[in-house]
């Protein structure tokens, strides 16, 4: 019996590959809101990097500086079994989010 044909789960993106998917998300905000309304919010920690590379790649495109803060989710997580013991350090937003 032949076995099934094996299917790919998933690419890993090369420097390039990241760098062009960064400007295509760039492109596609700019596209929907004006960039001195810009503000990015990264998920500490992975997404901090990601967003401070998505805000270097809109100013690039724009000229215009895109404030980036961190948001740490530490003590809303589920799969940690500890997360009653965790020390969160609250990170002050660089920009005012109300309204």
């Given at each position: ?7 790919e ?25 004006s ?13 901090v ?6 805000a ?5 495109i724009?000229q ?10 530490t003590?809303?997580?589920d799969?940690?079994?500890?997360r ?11 920009f005012?989010?109300?309204g």
């Open positions: 019996m032949t076995p099934p044909a094996m299917r789960k998933a690419r890993v993106m090369d420097a390039d590959a990241v760098r062009r998917a960064l400007v295509r998300i760039a492109h596609e905000i700019l596209e929907r809101n960039a001195q309304h810009l503000a990015i919010v990264g998920v500490r920690t992975r997404g990097p990601l967003a401070e590379r998505l270097a790649t809109i100013a690039g724009e215009v500086q895109v404030p980036v803060g961190t948001l740490d989710i003590r809303y997580r799969d940690r079994p500890d009653g013991t965790l020390t969160v350090h609250p990170v002050p937003l660089p005012d989010v109300s």
